[in-house]
């Protein structure tokens, strides 16, 4: 079984579509992460979730709006799509929020193309 | 705000050979952890390795350890005998301990080919 899954792997959608992004882990961890990986390979934060509480939301534009229903869910929901929206976004979670060593768990991303 | 810098956007090695890719970071705090991440093509994040700011002992994972020197703020990454499969873009990452900053922060990652 896949630790972290989000879906779906490929997005292709027009500018100013609203669009979401499922991620799900079954591996009882209490913290869950979204990132964003542009053009160039760069890694930053979005957001971070501890049993279905904000604790991280990094300047990000309102568009970007995170939901986590229960603590094996983090959705990202995106409005009004633009073109530099375009990039690969990771999900991912770990045990704790204690800022220790534990792993993070990634997804294996999903590749966002607006046109 | 913490930052990483990884100074070598690629780097080669031959089959079997060495090589260290280098990282440094700035932060005012004391105590952390370190960490190396591996994405090969397939877009997997794979954890490679982890460092306790607090351990002086380097890390080691079977062929891969760090040289930490907490005081120049550097963590680079050796792999040893190089394999096809190495070959990847590789990412320094930092996290905090303070609460409300858990977050890793990458540095712009090193892309590594190996040549058969």
């Known amino acids: 079984d896949t630790a972290v899954s989000q879906t779906p792997k490929y997005l292709v959608t027009q500018m100013g579509n609203d669009k979401s992004i499922k991620c799900e882990q079954n591996?009882?961890?209490?913290?869950m992460y979204w990132y964003k990986q542009d053009s160039k390979k760069f890694l930053k934060i979005m957001f971070s979730y501890n049993n279905k509480e904000l604790i991280i939301n990094e300047t990000v534009p309102n568009r970007f709006s995170p939901k986590s229903p229960d603590k094996a869910h983090l959705n990202l929901h995106i409005n009004s799509l633009e073109l530099g929206d375009s990039a690969v976004y990771f999900c991912a979670s770990s045990q704790g929020a204690s800022g220790g060593d534990e792993k993070l768990f990634f997804g294996s991303g999903t590749q966002l193309s607006v046109l | 705000a913490q930052t990483v810098t990884q100074s070598q956007p690629e780097m080669s090695v031959q089959e079997a050979e060495t090589v260290t890719l280098s990282c440094t970071y700035d932060?005012?705090?004391?105590?952390?952890?370190l960490f190396w991440y591996k994405q090969p093509p397939s877009r997997q994040m794979i954890l490679v390795i982890r460092q306790e700011a607090y351990k002086q002992q380097n890390a080691t994972e079977n062929r891969f350890s760090v040289n930490f020197q907490k005081a120049a703020k550097s963590f680079s990454l050796k792999i040893s005998d190089s394999q096809l499969g190495d070959a990847a873009m590789y990412f320094c990452?930092?996290?905090?301990?303070?609460?409300?900053?858990?977050?890793?922060?990458f540095g712009k990652g090193t892309k590594l080919t190996v040549n058969p």
């Open positions: 591996l009882g961890h209490d913290t």
């Open positions: 932060t005012s705090e004391s105590d952390y952890y």
């Open positions: 990452a930092y996290r905090s301990t303070q609460g409300g900053s858990e977050k890793l922060v």
